[in-house]
C-alpha cells in the first residue's frame, strides 16, 4: 500500500526518449507494440499502479508527436486524485533525457524514481520497495538481482551490444558480489540533481560510460542501497526480450507468474 505523505513529494520520470537501434523496428523502442498497446502504455500504466507519485514527467524523443498524443489520451483516463503527467524533450543521451526531466519536475517535490519505459513490465512491488526504503531514510536505493551466468572480465571489448569479435579472458568475477541493476532507481531530489549537475561537464567518453542514474551518485561518495528487483523488470533490448515481454502477458502462465 502506498504511503500517502511520500507520495505527495514524490515524482516518477519515465526515460522514452531512446531509438532502439537493438531492437530494430525502425522506430522509437516506446511506440513498439508488446500485447496490443505501445511499450510506453505498458510502463506509464505500471508507474500509476504502483502509486508512489504525485506526478510523472516521461521524456519523448525530440520532435515526437505520436508519444505526445498516446500520453495526452491515456492522461484523460486517470481519475480524480491520480498523478499529474507532464512531458519533455529528451536528449540524446539517457543522462540527458533524466537531466531534462530533472528540470521540469514541480515545486516541492522531494524524491524521485528514474525508471526505463523499456522496463515496461516492472512489477507494482518493486516500485513500492524502492519508494519505502526512501521513506526509510536512503538517499539512492536501485532494484538489483542476483547474476545467474559466470562473469569474465576481458582483456579488450571490441565489440559493442550483442556483437563480440574472439578476445582473451583476464579473470572471473566473483558472482557473490555482483547484482544485475534494473528500473525504477530512486533517489532524493536534491541528491540526483547533484550528481546530473556533476556529470553535466563530462567529456564525450565519460558521458557514454554512464548507464544508469545510480552511479553519478556512487560518484559523489553518497551511499546507494540496493533492493531486489523482479525478473518481469527486464529490459525490452532485443527482439528476444521483447518476445519474453509478450510470453509473460500472453503465456499460458502470463502475468500470474510472480515470483519474490
Ligand atoms: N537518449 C535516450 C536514450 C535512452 N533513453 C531511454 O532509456 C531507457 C534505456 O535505454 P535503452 O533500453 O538502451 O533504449 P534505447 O536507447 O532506445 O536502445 P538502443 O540503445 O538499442 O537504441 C529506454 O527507456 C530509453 O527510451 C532515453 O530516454 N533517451
Ligand atoms: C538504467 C539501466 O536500465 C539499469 O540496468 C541500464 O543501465 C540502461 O542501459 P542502456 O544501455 O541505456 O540500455
Known sequence: ???????????????????????????????????????????????????????????????DTEMRELIADFTVELVDGGPEVSVVDGGSTRADSVRAALAALEEGTEFVLVHDAARALAPERVFQRVADALAAGAKSVIPAMPVV???????????????????????????????????????????????????????????????????LVELLGVPVHAVRGASQSLKITTPLDLIIAEGLLEGPLGMRWVEG
Do not use: W
Not at 500517502?4 to 526515460?15: C, D, K, N, Q
Not at 531512446?18 to 516506446?30: D, V
Not at 511499450?39 to 504502483?50: D, Q, S
Open 1 to 63: 500500500m502506498s504511503n500517502p505523505s511520500m507520495r505527495s513529494v514524490t515524482a516518477v520520470i519515465v526515460v522514452a526518449a531512446g531509438s532502439g537501434e537493438r531492437l530494430g523496428y525502425g522506430m522509437p523502442k516506446a511506440l513498439v507494440p508488446l500485447g496490443g498497446e505501445s511499450i510506453l502504455m505498458h510502463a506509464l500504466r505500471g508507474v500509476v499502479a504502483a502509486d508512489v507519485a504525485r506526478q510523472i514527467c516521461v521524456a519523448v524523443p525530440k520532435g
Open 149 to 215: 551466468d559466470t562473469i569474465k572480465t576481458v582483456a579488450a571489448t571490441s565489440g559493442a551490444g550483442t556483437e563480440i569479435a574472439p578476445e582473451v579472458v583476464t579473470g572471473t568475477a566473483n558472482r557473490e558480489q555482483l547484482r544485475a541493476v534494473q528500473t525504477p532507481q530512486g533517489f532524493e531530489l536534491a541528491t540526483l540533481r547533484r550528481a546530473h549537475g556533476a556529470a553535466a561537464d563530462f567529456d564525450d567518453q565519460q558521458s557514454a560510460s554512464v548507464t544508469d542514474d545510480a552511479m
